[in-house]
């Protein structure tokens, strides 16, 4: 028998959804929460479902007049390695979207500018948390001097798309939002997507 097409399927998700019952806060750390929660599934039976909230985070692919993107090299204390990744932050509560990619942007690497562009929402834990990023471009980059967190030690640096996607290939980039970042930004090049421009 042939494997079903996404159009066989049955429409709507009510055949899949969980409705929860009830719930506990089991730890609240300085933006991380972690829940548990009691849901009932599709056939009556009942489950338990850990996750953490997150306050969502922005992440900014920006491209020098040369071409070169720029990029970020971190340590990342949960996986013990220094990672490279696009430039990203928290949004902080209430905060829109878009001002906390500029303000992100300017902080990590000292460039601003006045040309952005909504690339996508991502969510890159679905099986635990709530986290979204929301990608931007931004082009005509104006430098400037960064002025990072007391807490916050990065390399800025530029890399071609070339070099950036060869590193994703070859596992040395495993984050998610600058390996989605990457591949979109190819297919951008060769005229196959568009982002949506910010008036």
């Known amino acids: 028998?042939?494997?079903?097409?996404?159009?066989?399927?049955?429409?709507?998700?009510?055949?899949?959804?969980?409705e929860r019952i009830s719930g506990e806060d089991i730890y609240g750390g300085i933006f991380?929460?972690?829940k548990r929660d009691t849901v009932s599934l599709p056939d009556g039976q009942e489950a338990t479902r850990e996750y953490l909230t997150h306050p969502g985070a922005v992440a900014i692919v920006a491209i020098l007049d040369d071409g070169r993107v720029l990029l970020e090299r971190q340590y990342?204390?949960?996986i013990a390695?220094?990672?490279?990744?696009?430039?990203?932050?928290?949004l902080e509560v209430g905060e829109d979207h878009l001002l906390c990619a500029q303000r992100e942007l300017e902080e990590e690497t000292g460039y601003t500018t006045e040309k952005w562009?909504?690339?996508r929402r991502i969510h890159p834990v679905i099986s635990?948390?709530?986290?979204l990023i929301d990608i931007y471009l931004a082009e005509d980059l104006v430098p400037g001097k960064s002025?990072?967190?007391d807490e916050e030690f990065l390399d800025v640096f530029a890399a071609p798309l070339e070099r950036l996607i060869s590193w994703v290939e070859e596992g040395e980039i495993t984050d998610v939002k600058t390996t989605i970042s990457a591949y979109w930004l190819d297919r951008y090049?060769?005229?196959?997507?568009?982002?949506?421009?910010i008036k």
Not at 128 to 131: L, R
Not at 189 to 197: D, E, F, K
């Open 189 to 197: 090049r060769r005229g196959l997507v568009a982002p949506t421009p």
């Open 32 to 34: 991380l929460h972690m």
């Open 1 to 18: 028998m042939a494997e079903k097409t996404f159009e066989d399927l049955p429409a709507g998700d009510q055949h899949l959804r969980e």
């Open 147 to 149: 002025h990072l967190d």
């Open 81 to 90: 390695k220094a990672c490279i990744e696009i430039p990203a932050g928290k």
């Open 76 to 78: 990342r204390y949960p």
């Open 117 to 119: 562009s909504y690339i």
């Open 128 to 131: 635990y948390s709530t986290e």
